[in-house]
């Protein structure tokens, strides 16, 4: 059974990276039995902060020190965030840019589950490799202003998809399927765009 996790960046009903994301688990859905899908709202999950007692039970793992208590009752919280992740064997992002970048929720996640021992480890003499094996992603963006083929920095620089590929990739996710809706409000035809981006999505899950 192909596990999947549908991580949804966007705290608006009315989303748009969530509509291309949805037009691609449809057409997945149609074409994959037995998928099993664990939805991530990160609006609605109760994500606990990255707070003093959690960044130092991060540093007691990385340096090889025993964690306090307080320490290690919060990690295992941590860490039960981190094994529902890497539980998916698909990973399905919906993310809208956010001054410049991914919207802090998601940047929030990110740094609940990047834990070494878990999706990286550290090589003095290499530097950093990925722990994942054999997964799949698949990252539908949208931003307002900026677009690939918009003139940057006027408007806007994409610290957005190239943070999202390189931290997947650190993870060793390297199978990345990217989806862009973008620009989505100054486009003249955006309609156009949008229905577009949805064909496409449902054409690559196809
Ligand atoms: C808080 C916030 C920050 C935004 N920052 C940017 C930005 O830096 N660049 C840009 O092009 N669009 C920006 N936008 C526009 C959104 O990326 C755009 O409206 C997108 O389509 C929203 O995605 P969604 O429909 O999935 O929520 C921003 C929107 C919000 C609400």
């Given at each position: 059974m192909t596990k999947l996790l549908y991580v949804k960046a966007?705290?608006?009903?009315?989303s748009r990276s969530v509509a291309v994301a949805d037009a691609y688990l449809a057409a997945l859905k149609a074409r994959v039995s037995g998928l099993s899908i664990d939805v991530l709202a990160l609006w609605d999950e109760d994500l606990p902060d990255f707070d003093g007692d959690r960044a130092n039970a991060k540093l007691a793992v990385i340096t090889g020190q025993e964690q306090s208590a307080i320490q290690k009752t919060k990690w295992d919280g941590i860490i039960a965030i981190v094994e529902r992740f890497k539980a998916a064997d698909v990973y399905l992002f919906a993310v809208p840019m956010w001054n410049g970048g991914v919207p802090y929720r998601l940047k929030q996640y990110i740094d609940i589950i990047h834990q070494p021992g878990h999706l990286w480890g550290l090589d003095p003499a290499t530097g950093y490799f990925g722990l994942l094996k054999n997964k799949k992603a698949v990252l539908a963006y949208t931003s307002?202003?900026?677009?690939?083929?918009?003139?940057s920095p006027a408007f806007g620089t994409d610290h957005h998809s190239t943070y999202l590929r390189s931290w997947l990739n650190e993870a060793g996710v390297t199978d990345v399927t990217e989806i862009r809706y973008q620009p989505t409000l100054l486009d003249p035809d955006s309609e156009a765009a949008f229905a577009r981006a949805k064909t496409q999505a449902a054409a690559l899950a196809a």
């Open positions: 966007s705290p608006r009903p009315e307002g202003a900026f677009g690939p083929d918009a003139p």
